[in-house]
């Protein structure tokens, strides 16, 4: 059974510019997480969808960010205009139940914005 | 929101040795997972132990709910258990996980 894998692995890109990450969820979880770990700080949520529908976006920074999820299937993480701050690493986890039960983390896009 | 205290923040370790990684939450949570960062930035998952004590080969972790804490174990450790070692919990009613900073571990031939 394949994991969550997120694409691309790296991107580099120039500030004022835009970006799309991706994800693609164990197949069958309903839940998907978008997390993110900018230099020198912790791991935070940015924000949790169930199938479709965005159950939780209280981690998103600010506008310039957008979640999509059509089809209650892969994810799309859009960053738009970018700036240097958002340069790191982001991770998508993927779960199966409703409630407290495991997520399973992609290998992250590292994201550099120069 | 929860905080999440993990110690020491780096451990320098000689092969073989064994170590005690720790993990203090301010809440009750319901979720609580250990992951390993490896070098190319995967996080694996170690275990999902809200509670209780799991065992998988040489790594154990035991978390005593009550008290807000857990432990992970690391026995006879190898230089492939290098490092982030990273605790996080979940608490009632919310989904999201909450991060303690990461214990950093190099494992020396």
């Known amino acids: 059974e394949a994991g969550v894998t997120q694409f691309p692995s790296h991107s580099v890109i120039e500030k004022g510019q835009t970006v799309t990450l991706r994800c693609d969820p164990i197949?069958?979880?309903?839940?998907l997480y978008w997390y993110r770990r900018v230099m020198g700080k912790e791991i935070k949520f940015l924000l949790h969808f169930v199938k479709e529908s965005k159950q939780d976006e209280s981690g998103m920074p600010n506008n310039r960010f957008l979640a999509e999820r059509t089809g209650g299937t892969y994810s799309t993480l859009k960053v738009q205009p970018a700036e240097l701050e958002d340069s790191g690493v982001y991770f998508c986890?993927?779960?199966?139940?409703?409630?407290?039960?495991?997520?399973?983390f992609g290998a992250g896009t590292r994201l550099s914005v120069l | 929101g929860i905080q999440v205290e993990q110690s020491p923040p780096d451990l320098i370790l000689q092969e073989g040795a064994n170590s005690t990684l720790r993990c203090n939450f301010s809440?009750?949570?319901?979720?609580l997972q250990w992951f390993h960062q490896n070098p190319w930035g995967q996080l694996i998952n170690l275990f999902y132990?809200?509670?209780g004590t799991k065992q998988n080969g040489r790594l154990s972790a035991t978390t005593v709910a009550t008290e807000r804490y857990s432990l992970l174990y690391i026995s006879s450790s190898q230089t492939t258990d290098s490092g982030v070692y990273f605790c996080?919990?979940?608490?009632?009613?919310?989904?999201?996980?909450?991060f303690g900073a990461g214990t950093t571990v190099t494992v020396r031939a």
């Open positions: 996080a919990v979940g608490v009632s009613n919310d989904y999201k996980l909450s």
């Open positions: 809440d009750s949570v319901n979720n």
């Open positions: 197949s069958g979880h309903d839940n």
């Open positions: 132990i809200p509670s």
């Open positions: 986890a993927s779960s199966q139940a409703r409630g407290p039960t495991i997520q399973y």
